[in-house]
C-alpha cells in the first residue's frame, strides 16, 4: 500500500496562475482532508470530503476548490494564485468521520511558493 | 482565536531523559485528543490519543495525561532517545460536532541529543 501520495513534491507559481495539487489514497477510506501549514504554525484544515461527490469548507477555504469524483482522489484547484497562498499543502484520509477514534493518515505533502 | 495552543516552540533534551511536550485547548467540546510526530519533509504520523473519558493512555515509551478541569494535556516520552527529535503537534477533536476535522496546536519543535 502506498497510503496517501501527493504530487508534486515542489511548484512555484506566478501571481495569478492556477494549478491542481493531486491527491491519492489507496486505503478505501470514505474521509479525505485538505491542510495547509504556515511556518511557525499548526495545520489549518482547508476543505474535507465525506465521500465522492460529497465536499464541505473548512477553516481556510477562500481561493480554492475541491472535487471529489471518486473515492481515491480529492485535488485541490489553486485559481488566480497570491502570495498568501505560499505554504505546505497537506492531504489525509480516515476511514470514518463523526464519532470516530480512528486516524489521519497524511501524504508527503506539496510545498508550494507563489511569487 | 486558537483553540489549540503549544506555548512552547521547542524542547532541547538529553538522551535517556524525560522530554515533556504540553498543550492547552479553550474548547470545552473537545473530547478526543491525538499527537502526531512530524519529520522534515514527511507528513505528519499518528503517535498516540487519548478520550476525555480517560485521564491517561500508554504506549510503550509514550504517554499522554489529560486534565479536563485545566484544559490541559501533555506528552511524556520516556526515555527519550535521538530518533525522537522532530516536531510534535497536538490535535482536538468534538467527535460529536466536527464529522473528523481536527484543530491542530503550533508545533512544537522536540530535539533529542545523544
Known amino acids: 500500500n502506498a497510503g496517501v501520495t501527493q504530487t508534486p513534491k515542489f511548484r512555484i507559481l506566478k501571481i495569478g496562475q492556477s494549478m491542481t495539487l493531486q491527491c491519492t489514497q489507496d486505503?478505501?477510506?470514505?474521509?479525505m482532508y485538505w491542510y495547509r501549514q504556515d511556518p511557525g504554525m499548526g495545520l489549518k484544515l482547508i476543505y474535507y470530503?465525506?465521500?465522492?461527490?460529497?465536499?464541505d469548507k473548512g477553516e481556510v477555504p477562500n481561493g480554492y476548490n475541491v472535487s471529489r469524483s471518486t473515492t481515491e482522489d480529492f485535488p485541490l484547484r489553486l485559481e488566480l494564485a497570491a502570495p498568501s497562498q505560499t505554504s505546505v499543502y497537506f492531504c489525509a484520509s480516515s476511514y470514518s468521520g463523526p464519532a470516530s477514534t480512528d486516524t489521519q493518515y497524511f501524504g508527503p505533502g506539496t510545498r508550494l511558493t507563489v511569487l | 482565536d486558537q483553540q489549540v495552543k503549544q506555548n512552547s516552540p521547542s524542547l532541547s533534551v538529553q538522551e535517556g531523559r524525560i522530554s515533556i511536550l504540553n498543550c492547552d485547548y479553550t474548547?470545552?467540546?473537545?473530547?478526543?485528543f491525538l499527537w502526531y510526530k512530524k519529520y522534515p519533509a514527511e507528513g505528519p504520523t499518528f503517535l498516540i490519543s487519548?478520550?476525555?473519558?480517560?485521564d491517561k493512555n500508554e504506549d510503550g515509551r509514550f504517554t499522554v495525561f489529560l486534565n479536563k478541569s485545566a484544559k490541559h494535556l501533555s506528552l511524556h516520552i520516556v526515555p527519550s532517545q535521538p530518533g525522537d527529535s522532530a516536531v510534535y503537534f497536538c490535535?482536538?477533536?468534538?467527535?460529536?460536532?466536527?464529522?473528523?476535522?481536527?484543530?491542530f496546536g503550533q508545533g512544537t519543535i522536540l530535539t533529542v541529543h545523544p
Open positions: 486505503m478505501n477510506h470514505n474521509y
Open positions: 490535535a482536538a477533536i468534538s467527535r460529536v460536532t466536527s464529522y473528523g476535522k481536527l484543530t
Open positions: 487519548i478520550s476525555s473519558i480517560k
Open positions: 470530503s465525506v465521500g465522492a461527490g460529497i465536499t
Open positions: 474548547n470545552s467540546m473537545f473530547d478526543y
